[in-house]
């Protein structure tokens, strides 16, 4: 797992899921599709990378699908690093 | 013609498809007037039939009161049918300043604008009030008209776990930055019943310099010892800076809206607020027909504490005959089924044993939180819980989950 997968990766746990949640979150889990985040809660997300990593994500590119795993968060995230 | 065949199928389609995700909304029929017994016609064409109702939002029993509907047929012959105008045109009748009036003062609050519904109050008064310099920090299972009216505003927003004030007090100072900050609510979350900790909630905005709107559709009338809401509740009158709620649930059940709140910031959605603006005013006769509750309510709390009484025994009740729900002390009850087909089925017996209940489940509720919403009424007797309590109790042994806990349930079950 890269230094990137494990940043996203806590912070997902960190904002989303609550310490009394039945829940385990992996890279691979999905986070949209399957509830855990919902698209009113992802602007937080969305706001975390664009300053972490100081890139700008159009709303375009980030959708639920784009956002559903740490996986995929993170191929974005690197794709607009350039 | 521009309707083209391509054009059925694909809107056709698209129908399917939510089918296919057991999402498709039937259609229901009430042949009566709204009340705790109801005539319904389900499915189309299916006989009438004579059910108890525990899933409106009649909470204090007055959708369908003798006093409420004279004055609503007084409203009408005083004040005729309709305003054919938006309220700053030529659409606001002295009634409208008197119901106004009257919200103010039940709330505690400073002013009140009236809009068409809550809906729309909700998806003005952000935009009104607030800029692309601010912030809004909302609890993350606030009504979906709220989060509507949050994107449309041009504030940056931000959320906080569902009444986690440890993440609310994060955010507070993650946003210090910020020329305002707006904390926003449900006083009742219309889905779990559960009740916000407003008073936890107004320390952390003092603390942090930031404001408070609340909305108490699923608690005005009834929440608070003489049921001006949420705020009541927690002895927070003067703290809190905005008000929306609804004339649409407890207060009469009809339709129609408000923001109340300080009167700078009233102010402002009176001439900012795009659903005040440019949409109807709310009916003569409703507007009657609210101020009518407004006094019925202002007389004495008869009302809200039968339906505190009805929602303690309902839970009590319920939970001696062995289900499982979502612990809390509103009059919204989540008989809690995890599995979605289970609820559905479920709520599907439960009408043919006379009980009218709705399953909830993803994408309403989170996944695997599928429930039964049971909402009481002042206008239910005691005789008409146990009947509600027994059914349950019944269609709970048909699918051997009485007694089961969360574990049990979702072990037989699964999410």
């Not at chain 2, 009444?163 to 006083?187: A, P």
Request: proline share 3%; glycine share 8%.
């Amino acid at each position: 797992m890269s230094k990137m997968h494990e940043e996203v990766l806590e912070y997902v746990i960190d904002e989303y899921v609550d310490e009394d949640d039945d829940i385990e979150v992996e890279v691979d889990t999905a986070l949209i599709s399957s509830g855990i985040v919902d698209s009113f809660s992802m602007v937080s997300l969305k706001v975390f990378l664009e300053k972490k990593y100081g890139i700008s994500l159009p709303d375009s590119e980030a959708t639920p699908e784009a956002f559903d795993t740490v996986n995929s968060i993170c191929e974005l995230v690197i794709k607009f690093q350039g | 013609m521009t309707y083209s065949v391509k054009n059925r199928e694909m809107f056709e389609g698209e129908i399917e498809e939510i089918k296919s995700k057991g999402l498709y909304k039937e259609k229901r029929f009430i042949c009566s007037p709204q009340d705790a017994e109801i005539t319904v016609e389900f499915p189309e064409g299916a006989p009438q039939a004579k059910v108890l109702n525990f899933c409106s939002n009649n909470y204090l029993g007055l959708s369908s009161h003798p006093d409420v509907v004279e004055a609503a047929h007084a409203g009408l012959d005083a004040r005729g049918y309709g305003m054919s105008s938006v309220r700053f045109i030529c659409g606001t009748q002295d009634i409208h300043r008197e119901l106004q009036n009257k919200m103010s003062e039940f709330l505690g609050m400073e002013s009140t604008l009236l809009f068409p519904s809550c809906m729309d109050a909700n998806a003005g008064v952000f935009e009104a009030v607030l800029g692309p310099e601010d912030v809004i920090i909302a609890d993350r299972l606030i009504h979906a008209s709220l989060v509507d009216g949050i994107r449309l505003c041009s504030a940056e927003y931000d959320t906080f776990k569902h009444m986690n004030m440890k993440h609310l007090r994060k955010k507070l100072e993650l946003h210090q930055d910020k020329r305002t900050r707006l904390i926003v609510t449900d006083g009742v979350f219309s889905m779990d019943g559960d009740l916000i900790q407003l008073d936890e909630l107004c320390a952390l905005a003092d603390e942090y310099d930031a404001m408070v709107l609340l909305d108490d559709s699923h608690a005005s009338g009834f929440i608070g010892k003489t049921g001006r809401g949420t705020h009541e509740h927690f002895n927070v009158m003067d703290k809190i800076d905005l008000i929306t709620t609804t004339f649409g649930k407890g207060l009469g059940g009809a339709s129609g809206g408000c923001v109340s709140g300080r009167k700078e910031l009233i102010e402002l959605c009176r001439q900012k607020a795009r659903p005040y603006l440019f949409s109807n005013s709310m009916a003569p006769s409703i507007v009657a027909g609210s101020i009518k509750v407004i006094d019925l309510l202002t007389e004495n709390t008869e009302r809200r504490d039968t339906l505190e009484w009805n929602a303690k025994y309902f839970r009590e009740e319920i939970l001696k005959a062995g289900l499982c729900i979502r612990e809390g002390n509103t009059p919204v009850v989540p008989v809690m089924l995890f599995n979605a087909k289970l609820a559905n089925d479920m709520a599907r017996d439960m009408y043919a044993e006379g009980i009218y209940v709705v399953g909830f489940f993803f994408p309403v509720v989170s996944a695997g939180a599928a429930r039964i919403r049971v909402q009481l009424s002042a206008a239910h007797t005691k005789e008409h819980i146990d009947k509600a309590v027994a059914a349950f109790a019944k269609v709970g042994e048909k699918y051997g989950i009485i007694g089961l806990d969360k574990k049990g349930i979702i072990e037989k079950y699964g999410m």
